[in-house]
């Protein structure tokens, strides 16, 4: 990091704050020294804020670029798998063809859960959402796994991280079975990553299933495209959660409960919801103006992000993906026209282009999920499967150098001290 500074005047002292260059982005002013004079920054949302250093993804919002170990997502789409793109998001480089083949084997060999922990899933209802179920069973990994739960050991860790991303389809697809009433379905290793959990989905017992190799290619890019996204909010959880010694498979847990919500990856949900209840381009002008009332809580959903203030280069992909699997397919899906439509209408719209709000990543992605017959409940689920990766390699980058526990603090607006009333009083 270079030798630069910025000046901050409080009073009658001038501080000198270093600024820290990374390889590509903006510097960063290190504020550690304000303590000490008695003040904090104050960032709500981390909107200005960076919590970390990483070398893991690096995100041009206003370009929209996003590059994982310095790979462009389009190109890693477009030519590599998600198992290829987990051992890069891990190691920091592509594997060669004997590591992608070892890698490919220790994730297979690592596919099956404890038999007890099926028993968790039948103590929920069959209607649970499968995001809670998600949030209890993989905390309770913990509970099975005594021999990867020594943080300071580096092959602890690795062992854990291929755990979890080897587990994440066999318990995801346990979600959908459970919801349907199916019996489990066990992994088959000689399937690969994507055509495997496909088989996990939609086999049952009493049949060989067949793998439609179109599904399974458009399900593995689902994967890379939500791998890993720098320090989203439940990335950010997963850290926090860390940075106090916690297990992994606890810290996975708490990125799927940040997950979840509808700011962020419960979006893919919601655009679901939201383009069925629009239902036809003749309401999308209706929805539009909702979404631009300051007094309707109603936000366009898959619109706007925190970081892209330009098209989410997720969502591009996402879309060319959309048009090429309903086409294989021959579906028709009217989502996808309307989505398209409400796309362009909102884009023409004053609003929506002052504030930069284009599609994310989530815009366009249920509509492929639906093709592949995937139920819109289960969508987030598939968003924690894939991003359990990204989530893992930032716990293991952070644990894996010097780091401290997570502890921000804040602007007091409450009572002064003041003495205890007795009731009798009161
Ligand atoms: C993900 O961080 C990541 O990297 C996340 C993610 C990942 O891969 O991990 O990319 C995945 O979470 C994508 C985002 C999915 N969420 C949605 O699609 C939900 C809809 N979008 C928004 O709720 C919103 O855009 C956020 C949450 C995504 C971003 O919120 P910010 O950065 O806090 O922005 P904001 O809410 O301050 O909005 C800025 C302005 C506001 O208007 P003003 O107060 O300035 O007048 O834009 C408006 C907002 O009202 N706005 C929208 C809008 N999104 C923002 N107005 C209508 N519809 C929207 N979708």
């Not at 099975?144 to 291929?162: K, N, P, Q, T, V």
């Amino acid at each position: 990091m270079t030798e630069k500074s910025a000046q901050l005047t409080l009073g009658e002292t001038t501080l000198d704050l270093p600024i820290y260059s990374g390889t590509i982005g903006p510097d960063v002013i290190d504020v550690g020294k304000l303590t000490a004079e008695g003040v904090f920054t104050y960032d709500p949302g981390f909107v200005s804020t960076a919590a970390c250093e990483s070398k893991i993804t690096y995100i041009d919002g206003g370009k929209g670029i996003l590059l994982h170990r310095g790979y462009p997502i389009d190109q890693l789409a477009d030519n590599s798998d998600y198992l290829e793109v987990c051992y890069l998001l891990l190691y920091g480089e592509l594997p060669n063809a004997a590591e992608k083949e070892k890698f490919e084997s220790t994730i297979n060999n690592h596919t099956m859960v404890h038999e007890q922990l099926r028993g968790f899933y039948h103590g929920f209802r069959r209607d649970a959402h499968p995001m809670a179920i998600m949030c209890g069973v993989v905390g309770a990994l913990s509970a099975f796994y005594h021999d990867s739960l020594e943080i300071s050991d580096e092959r602890h860790r690795e062992i854990a991280a291929f755990r979890l991303i080897a587990k994440m389809p066999t318990l995801a697809a346990m979600c959908y079975k459970y919801s349907l009433g199916q019996p489990f379905m066990y992994p088959k290793n000689n399937l690969s990553y994507s055509e495997n959990f496909l088989q996990m989905m939609f086999g049952v017992p009493c049949e060989d299933y067949e793998v439609n190799p179109i599904l399974a290619k458009a399900m593995d890019k689902i994967f890379i495209l939500h791998a890993d996204h720098e320090q989203n909010a439940s990335t950010s959880t997963v850290r926090l959660a860390g940075s106090s010694g916690a297990n992994p498979f606890a810290c996975i847990a708490a990125g799927i409960a940040a997950l979840w919500g509808p700011a962020h990856g419960g979006a893919n949900e919601a655009v679901l919801d939201m383009l069925t209840e629009i239902g036809d381009v003749s309401n999308v002008d209706k929805f539009v103006a909702k979404a631009k009332d300051k007094n309707d809580p109603f936000r366009l959903m898959g619109f706007g992000h925190r970081v892209y203030k330009n098209y989410d280069p997720r969502a591009k992909v996402m879309r060319e993906t959309c048009h090429e699997v309903l086409g294989e397919l021959g579906i028709k899906d009217p989502l996808l026209e309307l989505a398209m439509k409400l796309e362009d209408i909102a884009r023409s719209d004053s609003y929506f282009i002052e504030k930069n709000l284009y599609p994310n990543v989530d815009f366009y992605s249920g509509i492929i999920l639906k093709a592949i017959g995937i139920p819109t409940s289960m969508f987030t689920v598939i968003f924690a499967l894939a991003r359990t990766v990204g989530w893992v390699a930032h716990w293991h980058e952070m644990i894996s150098g010097s780091y401290r526990i997570g502890r921000p603090r804040q602007l007091y607006t409450g009572s002064p001290q003041r003495d205890f009333v007795p009731l009798d009083k009161r």
